[in-house]
């Protein structure tokens, strides 16, 4: 069964700690391992579309990487409007998403 | 702004109504999927239409329907409503079926009372 899990649930830094978001998963054939941004209230937001073990993306502070297995989300010198709950969702069966149960960022000041 | 349209933001309703979600995909996209997202199940996928076309299901409740019109916006039926239905609906779109992104919208808020 394709599966999707994200590490930790809560992440709780300082502006300018850098850290890592992990997802880890089990699809048969993967065809897009996909991040989102997700801010209360609101939805997601799209950031990064991985395709193959050893791809890597980066946006301003992000920089999202695959392995065969999981896949890492690098955040550098956060800051405080970085804070939002990080979704991570493979592809799995006609298309549908399989999304991990997010991980919940804080960035304190 | 993703350019995916949902409506209404809001929606409080009684138990054992009817209620319908709509959704305009963002242009140029023939693909839109349902999701549901509630604080202990997390998103989840419940149907997919691709160009008027069901294409997949997922966990959705024979108590819920959908349809895609010629216009290729969506509409997401909830009948029966039920205490445990309350949650934030998603509707995201996409060029294809293939491996493209998927966009989502704002959500509709639903709560049964």
């Known amino acids: 069964e394709d599966q999707v899990t994200q590490s930790p649930e809560a992440l709780r830094l300082q502006e300018g700690e850098s850290s890592s978001l992990n997802c880890s998963y089990t699809v048969s054939g993967l065809r897009g391992l996909f991040w989102y941004r997700q801010d209360p209230g609101k939805g997601p937001e799209f950031l990064f579309t991985l395709y193959s073990a050893g791809e890597e993306k980066e946006k301003e502070r992000l920089k999202a990487t695959l392995t065969k297995k999981e896949s890492f989300l690098h955040i550098t010198a956060p800051k405080p409007e970085d804070s939002a709950t990080y979704l991570c969702a493979v592809r799995g069966q006609g298309g549908k998403l399989i999304f991990g149960q997010g991980t919940e960022l804080s960035v304190k000041p | 702004d993703s350019g995916v349209t949902q409506t209404p933001k809001h929606l409080i309703t009684a138990t054992g109504q009817r209620v319908t979600l709509r959704c305009s995909p963002r242009?140029?996209?023939?693909?839109v999927y349902w999701y549901q997202q509630s604080l202990d199940q997390g998103l989840q996928f419940l149907i997919q239409?691709?160009?008027?076309?069901?294409?997949a299901k997922g966990n959705i409740l024979e108590r819920f329907s959908a349809q895609q019109f010629p216009d290729l916006h969506s509409e997401l039926n909830l009948s029966s409503l039920e205490l445990g239905d309350s949650a934030l609906y998603f509707c995201?779109?996409?060029?294809?079926?293939?491996?493209?992104?998927?966009?989502f919208g704002p959500g509709t808020r639903l709560l049964v009372l």
């Open positions: 995201a779109s996409s060029v294809g079926t293939g491996e493209e992104t998927q966009y």
């Open positions: 242009s140029g996209d023939l693909s």
């Open positions: 239409y691709y160009n008027g076309e069901e294409r």
